[in-house]
Nanobody
Framework: VQLQASGGGLVQAGASLRLSCAAS????????MGWFRQAPGKEREFVAA???????AYADSVKGRFTISKVSTKNTMYLQMNSLKSEDTAVYYC??????????????????WGQGTQVTVSS
């Protein structure tokens, strides 16, 4: 199993970035995918998730600015990040889980994690 996150970089506040997560080694279309981030000195936090059937969930801090999507035929997930703020600076990780649920489905444990991509937003 491999999750390869890419697309990070250094941008100014207000700019946009699109992160990609290329998956291999498991049945991508059956898994639910998520993005998490960890800023220096802080715990890892949830950013966004997309279910196997396309439901989405977002952290309040990114709602309206970030959009999660996936293309199952390419085994790839994306995170479009607009109107970036300095507080979005973090290492962004993609993750995959097989467990499905109803309410709070995005909080269920993730099975696989990628290596992370750095996003730095200068103010």
């Amino acid at each position: 199993v491999q999750l390869q996150a890419s697309g990070g970089g250094l941008v100014q506040a207000g700019a946009s970035l699109r992160l990609s997560c290329a998956a291999s080694g498991f049945t991508f279309s059956s898994y639910e995918m998520g993005w998490f981030r960890q800023a220096p000195g802080k715990e890892r936090e949830f950013v966004a998730a997309i279910s196997w059937n396309g439901r989405t969930a977002y952290a309040d801090s990114v709602k309206g600015r970030f959009t999660i999507s996936k293309v199952s035929t390419k085994n790839t997930m994306y995170l479009q990040m607009n109107s970036l703020k300095s507080e979005d600076t973090a290492v962004y990780y993609c993750a995959a889980k097989s467990l499905r649920g109803a309410s709070g489905w995005w909080t269920l444990p993730y099975d696989y994690w990628g290596q992370g991509t750095q996003v730095t937003v200068s103010s």
